[in-house]
Nanobody, 115 residues
Framework: QVQLVESGGGLVQAGGSLRLSCAAS????????MGWYRQAPGMQRELVAH???????NYADSVKGRFTISRDNAKNTVYLQMNSLKPEDTAVYYC?????????WGQGTQVTVSS
């Protein structure tokens, strides 16, 4: 069983920055593909950014050039650096880990961007 614990959310003004962290338990973190998803009120959960076990990344079009996903396998942690935040980035952000056939979710962290 793997546990994912997010941190780093909060309230920020538009144009500001936040860095989210997701700490994972377990010894095989390096084998996991990791992702950040978000869900705004009344909306479906959507993929924000993804990083493979090999370090390849991809991003939702809405965050390209503003957000950066990275991982530190020595610390069992994945990060999401969010810059130039916009009010439409307001959502609960969830960490996700996948190593087939298992997948895990964190409890979520709230990000609120004020205009």
């Amino acid at each position: 069983q793997v546990q994912l614990v997010e941190s780093g959310g909060g309230l920020v003004q538009a144009g500001g920055s936040l860095r989210l962290s997701c700490a994972a338990s377990g010894s095989i973190f390096s084998r996991y593909a990791m992702g950040w998803y978000r869900q705004a009120p009344g909306m479906q959960r959507e993929l924000v950014a993804h990083i493979t076990s090999g370090g390849n990344t991809n991003y939702a079009d809405s965050v390209k050039g503003r957000f950066t996903i990275s991982r530190d396998n020595a610390k069992n942690t994945v990060y999401l650096q969010m810059n130039s935040l916009k009010p439409e980035d307001t959502a609960v952000y969830y960490c996700h880990g996948l190593v087939s056939p298992y997948n895990y979710w964190g409890q979520g962290t709230q990000v609120t961007v004020s205009s």
